[in-house]
């Protein structure tokens, strides 16, 4: 007699509501769940060591294949300055409104501006260049474009010496509003912040911006007053360009950084404050949420 055992046995099947319930029970969570946002900011606090660590780690890693090292992150914008002196200083003689050390105004709008520049360019590829990061770790997605923009607030600190050393040698003296600098270094900071994560989710889902963002980020130069006097240049202008054009918060951050740093530059509009502050908190505001609000779909599809 040949007995038969079957090996074959079906798995005794829960119902939705059984497997609910355990769910329910013993606290567990899908997998890409999505918190909320009070529990995503302190979650991106919590992680603030990692932010800071993985962004020198990155800084680091950035120039170990270049001769010069960080020197070209100085000497980038300072070839600039000198290419903009040539063309709007010497050829085209438009320094009309800049002040009496055009060299100076040059310089600070230069750094100031790309400081934004380069955060937005690389917030925009910060999540789906770490695609392979995102899909094996658990932690909040938008500490990529935080540690993007820390790079270059690290950068931006060694290039201020450079900022200031130009400052100094041009014959601008050495003044306590100097620093007013720090508070505006930090609202700018905070608008690229928001920059950033609002960028990093859009470039998540569309990698074709990227091929888009360096030309919005030229034609935002030009807007920005970078190498001319928005104010002069305004002066004559329709009331809802001049408008717009005093809102630009390009053009906010670097005014609050020639008006720190050149003595002969002039006043200030009075809502210039106000705005960079609105913009700074705004735009965070902005690009936390939309970073958030991805934060179960990265790394998807």
């Known amino acids: ?33 999505r918190p909320g946002l009070g529990e995503y900011v302190r979650e991106l606090w919590s992680r603030r060591h990692f932010i800071t660590q993985y962004a020198h780690a990155r800084l680091t890693a950035l120039y170990t294949t270049a001769r010069l090292g960080q020197i070209w992150h100085v ?32 310089t600070v709008g230069v750094f100031v501006f790309t400081y934004t520049r380069e955060s937005i360019a690389t917030g925009t590829w910060s999540i789906s260049a770490r695609i392979d990061l995102v899909r094996a ?6 500490c990529l474009p935080l540690s993007a923009t820390l790079i270059q607030l690290q950068q931006l600190l060694l290039s201020m010496g450079v900022v200031l050393t130009v400052v100094l040698a041009t014959g601008e003296p050495i003044r306590a509003r100097w620093l007013l600098l720090i508070p505006a270094m930090t609202l700018q900071t905070l608008f690229n912040f928001g920059c950033s994560m609002l960028m990093a989710r859009i470039g998540s889902r569309n990698h074709d911006i990227g091929e888009l963002v360096p030309w919005l980020l030229r034609t935002w130069m030009y807007l920005c007053g970078v190498f001319y006097s928005v104010s002069k240049v305004v002066a004559h202008a329709p009331h809802v360009v001049k408008v717009l054009m005093d809102a630009n918060p390009g053009a906010i951050y670097i005014e609050l950084a020639r008006h720190c740093l050149l003595a002969g530059y002039g006043g200030l509009t009075p809502h210039i404050w106000p705005l960079a502050l609105f913009w700074a908190f705004f735009t965070l505001a902005l690009g936390l949420v939309a970073c958030w609000q991805a934060e179960d779909k990265y790394g998807r599809g």
């Open 75 to 106: 000497l980038t914008p300072l070839l600039n300055v000198f290419v903009y002196w040539l063309i709007f200083g010497e050829l085209l003689q438009r320094t009309d409104g800049t002040g009496d050390n055009y060299i100076a105004f040059l």
């Open 137 to 142: 770790v658990h932690f909040p997605r938008a």
């Open 1 to 33: 007699m040949t007995l038969t055992l079957d090996t074959h046995y079906a798995p005794a099947e829960l119902t939705d509501a059984e497997v609910d319930a355990l769910v329910a029970r013993h606290g567990l969570a899908p997998a890409a769940r």
